[in-house]
Nanobody
Framework: QVQLAESGGGLVHTGDSLRLSCVAS????????MGWFRQPPGKEREPVAA????????YSADSIEGRFTISRDNAKNTVYLQMNSLKPEDTAVYYC????????????????WGQGTQVTVSS
């Protein structure tokens, strides 16, 4: 079992930056690929970014247009999402997730999920 806890969300203005964190507890964090997903109000959950267990390979969804960066610190069992140039359309609940032995933007491949953290971007 892996437990995930996101933090760092909040209310910001257009153009601001935020850094989300996700701390993992339980089994060996470095064995898991990690991903960030988001669910805008009234919409389906969508992928944001993913990172391999080593941190050497990263994927990003086209929708973020290079504004967000995923990273991880295996010594701290933590994955981050640095979000820059935030827009109102980035408003969503952001979730981190863990996948055994793989890293992908496909939600179905993830085994464990956090509870989510709300990000609201005002215009």
């Amino acid at each position: 079992q892996v437990q995930l806890a996101e933090s760092g969300g909040g209310l910001v203005h257009t153009g601001d930056s935020l850094r989300l964190s996700c701390v993992a507890s339980g089994r060996a964090f470095s064995n898991y690929g990690m991903g960030w997903f988001r669910q805008p109000p009234g919409k389906e959950r969508e992928p944001v970014a993913a990172i391999s267990w080593s941190g050497n390979t990263k994927y990003s969804a086209d929708s973020i247009e290079g504004r967000f960066t995923i990273s991880r610190d295996n010594a701290k069992n933590t994955v981050y999402l640095q979000m820059n140039s935030l827009k109102p359309e980035d408003t969503a609940v952001y979730y981190c997730a863990a996948a055994r032995g793989m890293y992908t933007l496909y939600e179905i491949e993830y085994d464990y999920w956090g509870q989510g953290t709300q990000v609201t971007v005002s215009s």
